[in-house]
Every structure is written in C-alpha cells, then in structure tokens.
C-alpha cells in the first residue's frame, strides 16, 4: 500500500521509468520519442512518485490560449485501481485552471472504459468520434471538459 506520494514537475532523470510505464500502457510504435515529444513540446508534464519510484505521469499541452489538452497519462501497471490516476488527473486539471484556460480535450480509445470512466467522473463529456484515429485502426472518443461546470 501507498503511504505517501508527490506530484512535480518532470526531471530528464525519470525519462527510463516513464518509458517502461509508457511501454507497457500503450504499446507505442516509438515510446523514446514520445517521452522526448511530452518533454520538449508539452506545457505541463507531471509526474507521480512514491517512495523514490516514478507511479505515474500526465503530459499536457495547450492548443489554444484558453484550452489545454491532454496529449498522454498513465499509472504504472502495479499502482493502479487504488485511486493515484483520479488524484494525479485532478492535480493536473487546478494546475491547468490556474494557467487560466477554460476548457480541457482529450482523445481515448473507444475500448478503454476504464479511461472513460474516470473522466465522465470528472466531468468530461464527449463531444465526437475521431474514427480509425490509432494506428491499428481503433476509433478514438473525443472528450472535453468546461472548468465552470465543475471548477471554480
Ligand atoms: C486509466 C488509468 C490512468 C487509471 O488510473 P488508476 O490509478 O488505475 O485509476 P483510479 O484507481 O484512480 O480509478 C479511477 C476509476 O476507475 C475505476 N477503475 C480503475 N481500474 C479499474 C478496473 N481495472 N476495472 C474497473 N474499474 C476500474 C476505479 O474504480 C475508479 O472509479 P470509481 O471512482 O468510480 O471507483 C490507468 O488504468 C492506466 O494507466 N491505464 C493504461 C493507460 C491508459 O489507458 N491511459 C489513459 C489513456 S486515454
């Protein structure tokens, strides 16, 4: 069981243990260089530790100057279903209130109900379907978050 946990900014130190968890999560065609891509280009990337050991991480990039999105999050295979994604997510949503946007998108698998879940239970709505948006061919659901629904 977890005791303890922060949440803080990435460090070029964590780029091994994020790409295992990046691996195992999401079976990229080139999980090296989308860690580079969430460290070069995205606005915010955050990551979970507990006890010295990266758990999780959310990468988010803004799209607009009143919209952010977010581009990857993920909880390490062991650490899941006990609550790190829900607090890690919401962490990341004040952090992106504070940066004074508006409203929040993300794409998810269409099969990822887990991922869906969490999200219509922090208010995400979806608002389309992006259809053969992955590379083996899956549908993606387009979702979207208004801070004055849930926020503020
Ligand atoms: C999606 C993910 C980040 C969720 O993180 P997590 O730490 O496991 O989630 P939490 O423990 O905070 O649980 C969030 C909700 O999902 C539910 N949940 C978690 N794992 C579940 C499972 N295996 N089956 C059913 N429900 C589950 C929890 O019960 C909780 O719902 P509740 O508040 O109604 O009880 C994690 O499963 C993951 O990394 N998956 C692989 C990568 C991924 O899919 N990322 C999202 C891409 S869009």
Redesign the pocket.
């Known amino acids: 069981m977890l005791q303890s946990f922060v949440i803080r900014p990435y460090r070029p130190s964590d780029f091994n243990e994020i790409l295992e968890i990046e691996k195992e999560?999401?079976h990229p065609i080139n999980p090296a260089y989308n860690i580079y891509m969430y460290s070069t280009f995205c606005n915010m990337f955050l990551v979970m530790e507990s006890h010295g050991k990266i758990v999780?991480y959310i990468a988010i990039m803004d799209v607009s100057p009143l919209e952010s999105k977010v581009v990857s999050?993920?909880?390490h295979r062991d650490?899941?279903?006990?609550?790190?994604?829900?607090?890690l997510f919401s962490h990341a949503l004040s952090e992106i209130q504070k940066r004074g946007k508006k409203s929040v998108l993300?794409?998810?698998?269409a099969s990822?109900?887990?991922?869906q879940?969490?999200y219509k239970?922090m208010g995400f709505r979806e608002v389309g379907i992006i259809p053969g948006y992955y590379h083996d061919g899956e549908d993606a659901i387009l979702m979207r978050f208004e801070f004055t629904e849930r926020l503020s």
Not at 112 to 115: F, G, H, T
């Open positions: 999560a999401f999780g999050f993920a909880i650490f899941r279903n006990r609550g790190l994604g829900k607090t993300l794409e998810v698998r990822n109900n887990v991922a879940h969490l239970k």
